[in-house]
Nanobody, 125 residues
Framework: QVQLVESGGGSVQAGGSLRLSCAASGFTYSSNCMSWFRQGIGKEREGVAYINSDGSTRYADSVKGRFTISRDNAKNTLYLQMNSLQPEDTAMYYC???????????????????WGQGTQVTVSS
């Protein structure tokens, strides 16, 4: 069965960095598009970054220039490098995947079939 397991979350001070990982199994990883989402307390889940099977990427405006999504198809692993973290980045971060890909719908959680359990990121000021 499909499994997505996130890791790498933690607590950092503003301006710090974290690297999240998502280990994938149970599907043809190299063929699927992958995304990172986040959800803060009392907030809706929002798309953070997207990477297509060909490596092309999209980002939410709030993280452009600070976050970088990447994938290692040999290791079936998705990454999110987060730099210059701010308190507003505090949230549970999830990776998600789907096989029907496209730039228009990438930020919409309802279009994703499989989700990980999440990893908490807390940024203090």
């Amino acid at each position: 069965q499909v499994q997505l397991v996130e890791s790498g979350g933690g607590s950092v001070q503003a301006g710090g960095s974290l690297r999240l990982s998502c280990a994938a199994s149970g599907f043809t990883y190299s063929s699927n598009c992958m995304s990172w989402f986040r959800q803060g307390i009392g907030k809706e889940r929002e798309g953070v970054a997207y990477i297509n099977s060909d490596g092309s990427t999209r980002y939410a405006d709030s993280v452009k220039g600070r976050f970088t999504i990447s994938r290692d198809n040999a290791k079936n692993t998705l990454y999110l490098q987060m730099n210059s973290l701010q308190p507003e980045d505090t949230a549970m971060y999830y990776c998600a995947t789907k096989s029907t890909c496209g730039y228009l719908l990438w930020p919409r959680p309802a279009t994703y079939v499989y989700w990980g359990q999440g990893t908490q990121v807390t940024v203090s000021s």
